[in-house]
């Protein structure tokens, strides 16, 4: 399977098995979480790493890295909480907005997907799609939301962290190399955002 992006096809790994390992923070099986999540040709997998949980997100542009990336938080959280896995598909739209500090998109991914942790966890409106404008120093995001008691929790993200941080343009013909066998490597144009997510 593959995926195209920007006119460049994108091939598509297929793990050989469920990513399983032990944290020391969180007693939760690896191996309930989505390997990949695929959303209108773009995608985000599970980053591999000792005790923590990371994203890598692909999309034509900054603003659909974003997105992903929330897409991908959304799921490492609670698997199935798409639109079409709720139960209860009762959802609300709304605009959440974000300032990006000195026009810092890596820090604006984080205080994005702070936001969208802030939301989900203290006003109850847990974010199932998104819509993304990068524009004077403000991400704009019309959201798709429901009430956070829809959603079963599995895994407790407590931070969002800069460690190994990344969103950044792919340039045409440029690849970001894959982390085998669940990641598959990027070739540009388009964006790559990675995050690791402290649980």
């Known amino acids: 399977m593959s995926v195209r992006t920007g006119g460049t096809q994108i091939r598509r790994i297929r793990p050989a098995s469920h990513l399983r390992g032990s944290s020391a923070t969180t007693s939760t099986d690896r191996a309930l979480l989505p390997l990949a999540y695929r959303r209108g040709g773009v995608s985000w997998w599970l980053l591999p790493t000792t005790a923590d949980v990371g994203i890598r997100a692909f999309s034509a542009d900054a603003a659909g890295a974003l997105a992903e990336a929330a897409l991908g938080l959304q799921a490492v959280q609670a698997p199935g909480s798409t639109l079409a896995d709720l139960s209860d598909p009762m959802v609300s739209m709304a605009e959440w907005e974000v300032e990006v500090p000195n026009g810092d998109l890596e820090r604006g991914l984080v205080r994005w997907l702070e936001e969208v942790l802030y939301k ?12 993304i404008s990068i524009a004077d120093g403000v991400i704009r995001a019309r959201v798709s939301w429901t009430d956070s008691k829809n959603v079963d929790l599995v895994i407790e993200v407590k931070a969002i ?20 066998p669940e990641i ?8 790559m955002a990675q995050v690791i997510l402290d649980v």
């Open 120 to 131: 989900g966890g203290s006003e109850g409106q847990w974010l199932v799609d998104a819509s």
């Open 161 to 180: 962290t800069l460690h190994e941080l990344v969103l950044r343009e792919v340039t045409l013909g440029e690849v970001v190399v894959g982390v085998e």
């Open 184 to 191: 598959p490597s990027f070739e540009g144009p388009g964006w």
